[in-house]
């Protein structure tokens, strides 16, 4: 059964909008962190934004006054609004989630920002 199940991706015009979103299965149960990766063509996988359970965000600092991360506790889903889109920022994005004992990812999404 897939457990985190991503939508929101697509190909947008530089300087525009996507808003990803990312549930999780109830199967998962005391979520502490979740958050966006991305991963270009020959790149690491790096963090793009997380939040805890208590609302407590992280940026990086690629994305810091563009993207913004949201979760809501009682539907289990994580949400990326991205606003002014670069062609920089094409990349897969995955979901992520973890409790204490370990961590889960989502399929990945495709965002691609043409110029």
């Known amino acids: 059964q897939v457990q985190l199940v991503e939508s929101g991706g697509g190909l947008v015009q530089a300087g525009g909008s996507l808003r990803l979103s990312c549930a999780t299965s109830?199967?998962?149960?005391?979520?502490?962190?979740m958050g966006w990766y991305q991963q270009a063509p020959g790149k690491q996988r790096e963090l793009v934004a997380d939040i805890t359970s208590g609302g407590t965000t992280s940026y990086a600092d690629s994305v810091k006054g563009r993207f913004t991360i949201s979760r809501d506790n009682a539907k289990n889903t994580v949400y990326l609004q991205m606003n002014s889109l670069k062609p920089e920022d094409t990349a897969v994005y995955y979901c992520?989630?973890?409790?204490?004992?370990?961590?889960?990812w989502g399929q990945g999404t495709q965002v691609t920002v043409s110029s």
């Open positions: 109830a199967s998962i149960f005391r979520i502490t962190t």
């Open positions: 992520n989630a973890r409790n204490a004992l370990r961590a889960w």
